[in-house]
């Protein structure tokens, strides 16, 4: 019957309208197996305080059996007069247990708590799984990294030519915001792991219920809350979780960015694998980088996501509103989007063929070694302001002439300058730059492989 959670004080069931308005099942109905979880913890809870024999909590030990396999085997579904998957739940409880017996679950907690507490254990679990894909991206990143030790290219800020860096360094530069985000998911998890189960609707329970034993049972570490209304009306371990999966995206889209312009025919830094592009359906020479888009577009829905979860808890008085049933949705498709681009971006980076040479031929270009002559008249004891200058001038000079920063002739040096001798020449290379930039976190080879190490270190100490 409709409204069988809570039909008593109602001389009439709900509209058609309400149902079809309040309904959750089609999406909460994911939560099956945390929801029978927490009732069977709940059991233990109530057999504890007295509430069900030993005999009874057996019995509802494999009622509860049962009716996982008859959910697995699709047997048991939820029907149209099911308001979310709680009340689903019961009513197959109350079909393999009986009213007596599956009447007695209820005593003592509230979907409101419920609710708080497994829509964290869906979160702590996809968290976990989320992790582990994005340490197999880290692992794609670092493995190309070590295939190109030694590869320069053209490193750009404002997207204009700047300095060389090694392709490594900057492949790398793409690792380090996600094993950032693999430590927010860890934090994230401690908060997470805290149980609201035992809060009841709000205020918390009379029957004398061990909140600690329920927590225990579902592995939330974090122990029970202390704050019953917090436990039940505060969304904002959810939301987090939102950033953090909007922040995975952002990290993705700006590599997938970057992968789109290399696969340009005017960059022609990168060539994707036929098994990670797509073709046109009219233009037969087409290869397009559709996961790298895919992953751009997605980061927008992740950021909705999250923006249209924390507009919904904007406002709302403590403690359970109805709106929070609101804060599923979202979270439950961020999970869904990262769990199925991850892997394909994954794939993607993994076969991405570097041409190495052009990397190479464009890396000195733009007088991006502008700062090495400057640098090195500073260390020939020139202020670097006047160095600064001086190699500006070299640059005009080169400019107006066609030629590179390494072209002039010992005579074109010295009339820019008495102080460019000919061993300025000695720095004007892209091997001899990138090697000499070796401060820590530096683009020198050896500090690379030194972070490649670092890193390897401490993705697998996480
Ligand atoms: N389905 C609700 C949610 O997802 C939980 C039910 C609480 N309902 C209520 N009327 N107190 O938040």
């Not at 057999?47 to 697995?72: P, Q, R, W």
């Not at 991405?352 to 031929?361: C, M, Q």
Request: overall charge negative.
């Amino acid at each position: 019957e409709a409204g069988a959670l809570w039909g008593g004080r109602f001389a009439s069931g709900p509209s058609p309208e309400l149902l079809a308005l309040s309904k959750s099942t089609q999406f909460d109905w994911q939560l099956w197996p945390y929801d029978i979880a927490g009732s069977r913890a709940h059991a233990k809870a109530l057999a504890a305080a007295g509430y069900l024999t030993k005999a009874e909590l057996v019995s509802m030990s494999s009622a509860f059996d049962h009716l996982a396999e008859a959910i697995e085997s699709g047997e048991f579904v939820a029907e149209e007069g099911d308001e979310d998957v709680h009340s689903a739940l019961e009513r197959g409880l109350i079909i393999q247990a009986g009213s007596d017996l599956g009447g007695k679950l209820r005593a003592g907690r509230s979907r409101n708590d419920q609710i708080a507490t497994l829509v964290r254990l869906y979160l702590l679990d996809h968290g976990r799984e989320i992790a582990h894909l994005v340490i197999q991206l880290i692992d794609a990143i670092a493995s190309q990294a070590a295939a190109h030790p030694n590869a320069p290219m053209p490193g750009r800020t404002h997207l204009q030519h700047a300095q060389p860096v090694l392709l490594s360094h900057h492949l790398l530069a793409h690792s380090w915001p996600l094993v950032r985000d693999l430590e927010r998911l860890r934090d994230w998890s401690v908060r997470a792991s805290a149980s609201p189960y035992g809060a009841g609707a709000l205020a918390g329970s009379s029957l004398g219920l061990d909140p600690a034993l329920v927590a225990r049972e579902l592995g939330l570490g974090g122990g029970p809350m202390p704050n019953s209304i917090d436990a039940t009306a505060s969304r904002d371990v959810v939301a987090e979780f939102a950033f953090i999966t909007s922040m995975i995206g952002i990290n993705l889209s700006r590599f997938a960015e970057e992968i789109i312009v290399w696969a340009t025919r005017e960059f022609g830094f990168v060539k994707l694998h036929d098994g990670y592009s797509t073709g046109s359906s009219i233009m037969p020479q087409k290869k397009n980088p559709d996961i790298a888009e895919l992953a751009r577009g997605k980061s927008g829905r992740l950021i909705g996501n999250l923006a249209g979860l924390l507009a919904t808890l904007k406002g709302l008085p403590l403690a359970y509103n109805r709106d929070l049933q609101e804060d599923k949705e979202p979270v439950f498709d961020s999970v869904e989007q990262l769990e199925v681009l991850l892997p394909a971006f994954t794939g993607m980076v993994a076969s991405l063929t570097f041409n190495t040479e052009r990397l190479a031929e464009l890396a000195p270009l733009g007088f991006s070694l502008a700062t090495d002559v400057a640098e090195w008249l500073v260390k020939q004891g020139v202020p670097f302001r006047d160095a600064h200058e001086i190699s500006g001038d070299l640059v005009r000079f080169c400019e107006e002439r066609g030629l590179e920063l390494h072209e002039p002739t010992d005579e074109q040096l010295a009339s820019v300058s008495p102080l460019l001798t000919a061993d300025v020449r000695a720095v004007v290379t892209v091997a001899g730059s990138i090697a000499s930039r070796d401060g820590v976190g530096g683009t020198a080879g050896t500090r690379v492989a030194e972070q490649l190490a670092s890193l390897t270190q401490q993705v697998r100490a996480l």
